[in-house]
Structures are given as C-alpha cells and as structure tokens.
C-alpha cells in the first residue's frame, strides 16, 4: 500500500509532468498574449459573520473575485464574482454548491458577453509531515453548468475541472513558500453558443506564497494557460502574472 510520502510524490510529479507534456505539445504558431490576473478568496464559519446559530457550525461560506486583463494587459477581459456555500463533512473534506457572475470581453471573446453558472465542488487538503518539510497538498473536483443567455443561444454548457496544487513551507522560513499547480478543464457537451465536447483548457501555476497569519496568505507566480480555440487550428497561450489573496476567517 502506498504511504503518504508516496502519495504526495505521485500527485507532484503527475502534475508537472501533466504541465510538461502540454507545454511541449503547443504549436509555436499558437496566438499568445500576456495578461495579469488578481483574485480575492475568502472563505469562514458563520461566526465570523457574527451568526453563531449552532446548526450552522458545520457550514461554511465562500466569496471570490477576480479581475483579468488581456492584450498584454491592456484592458479588462474578464471579471468573476462567486459566492457559495459548503459543508464540512470531514476534517480534510468539503462540499460546495454556488453561483458565478462572469462578464467576458476581448480577448476571450469577440463580442461581450454575461455568462451566468452554478457550481459544485469536493474539496480535500491535506498536510504532511516528510523529514523537515511540511508540505499541504489540496484537489479540488469542480462541476459548471454554464449560460450565455444574451448572446448565441440558451444551451447549458456542462464542464467538469480537475485542480491539483501543493505549498511547501520552506523550512527555515515557514512564513514563505512555494506553490504548484495544474489544473485541466473538459467540456462534456456540446453548447449551441461556443462549447464543444473535449479539452477546453489547462492552467499550469508555479508561484511563491507567504502567509501573513492564521488567516491571510498571498501567492504569486507564473500561470501559463492553453485555451482550445473553436473553429481555429491554433490554440490561445496567456503568459500570466497571478497576484492571489486567501483569507480563511
């Protein structure tokens, strides 16, 4: 049986080896651009918010935003505002149901456009012990239902995402950190306004983190983002500056 040790090798290595093997099969004459991104995530008890009804102490709430600015950061592209909820149903695991709000322009669309989603997820962390490192490692398994009711048609979009990440605490300053991550996005149907069954997407992060207390860490890094294009031989490339902030309450 593989122990924990192994375990966290064999998810590490699959995700950079999942990252190489895309990064090595991109077309040189893929379209690229340079882009920043910036997302808050906060996630808590009820308490927190000042309701302390103890049928809640097992739920939790979850706020994120994020901005995204493309053409070479030029101009805003992309916002997402998503709230959810979520129970804890063990100490290492979490369930989520929630609602995006997605406006998209140039360049991740020609013409703009509001895309509304619902959102499930099983999140699981993890943190280990190996030697002097005390490395936390997390999946994340996400469902979307999507809708671009004012554009191209009213179709619901199924798409399923897969995220591995892993922090290591550098050991003589556990303040600071390294960060890596991959995630993979999969269509599962066919949409009447742009989504079509397959790879859709993959994320691939490699940043530093530094956790200001208990309740604050940000991350920083390199995201390189393989977009499958519709309807054009060349995928999208985004060099990506990513700028994070996590606050756990």
Do not use: C
Request: charged share 20%; aromatic share 14%; net charge positive.
């Amino acid at each position: 049986m593989l122990n924990k040790q192994k375990i966290l090798a064999l998810l590490v290595a699959s995700g950079l080896m999942l990252s190489g093997s895309i990064a090595a099969g991109q077309d040189p004459n893929d379209t690229q651009d340079f882009q920043t991104w910036g997302n808050v995530t906060a996630i808590g008890k009820f308490d927190a918010l000042g309701i302390t009804n103890p049928k809640l102490a097992n739920f939790r709430w979850w706020m994120e935003g994020q901005g995204r600015f493309g053409d070479d950061a030029s101009r805003f592209s992309q916002a997402i505002i998503r709230p959810g909820i979520g129970y804890q149903v063990h100490r290492t695991t979490s369930l989520w149901v929630g609602y995006a709000w997605a406006p998209t322009t140039m360049p991740f669309a020609r013409t703009a456009f509001d895309e509304h989603r619902i959102w499930q997820q099983a999140l699981w962390t993890e943190r280990y012990k190996i030697g002097s490192f005390n490395p936390t490692v997390a999946l994340r398994t996400r469902f979307e239902e999507r809708w671009a009711p004012d554009w191209k048609g009213n179709d619901t979009a199924y798409r399923f995402r897969q995220l591995a990440r892993v922090l290591i605490p550098l050991p003589q300053a556990p303040a600071y950190g390294l960060v890596l991550a991959n995630e993979i996005f999969v269509h599962l149907n066919n949409a009447d306004w742009g989504p079509e069954t397959g790879f859709d997407q993959n994320r691939a992060f490699a940043g530093a983190a530094y956790t200001f207390n208990k309740n604050a860490r940000t991350e920083i890094g390199y995201m390189n983002q393989t977009l499958n294009r519709i309807n054009n031989p060349h995928n999208l490339m985004d060099h990506i500056l990513s700028a994070n902030l996590f606050l756990n309450f």
